[in-house]
């Protein structure tokens, strides 16, 4: 069993899966790993469910029984890793192209950097952050700022307001 992307984009059920990054396929692969405990190869189809689930996609009983019956080719109640990516890929979240994500961060960064001085004072990066999620408590936005702004600078240059806002996408 190979697990490259270019064999993730290869279906061997019915459906054609989609091209997958090596991140995305990772993701699948530890998903995969965490539900195959006997370390066989396959997991049971029981669990394909709850996997989906955690990628964010909860299916009712029906098209959960069709989707498993298009992909469990066999009939076997148990998924190869192969068809469990083929199956997956269907509900993998494509990614941002990074050199479009970057030029609208940049355009974002410019805006809160309005004297064009290359970065941006921790309060106004933390102001940025509040808007974006209202709910992050003030400790946990400090610990975001401590951690990107490790040369303690006080200020968040552009390369360190990508590595935080991409976090999510390139981690």
Known sequence: MSDTASDAGESTGSGAGKELSKDQLKVLRDAFNAFDKEKTGSISTDVVGTILELLGHKLSEEELEEVIEEYDEDESGQLEFDEFVALASNYVEPEEDYDALRKE????????????????????????????????????????????????????DFEEFMEVMTADYYA
């Not at 940025?128 to 003030?138: H, K, N, Q, S, T």
């Open 105 to 156: 961060l940049r355009e974002v960064f410019m805006m809160y950097d309005k004297d064009a001085k290359g970065y941006l004072p921790v309060e106004e990066f933390k102001a940025i952050l509040r808007e974006l999620d209202g709910a992050v408590p003030e400790e946990e936005l400090d610990d975001i700022v401590d951690e990107i702004d490790a040369d303690g600078s006080g200020t968040v």
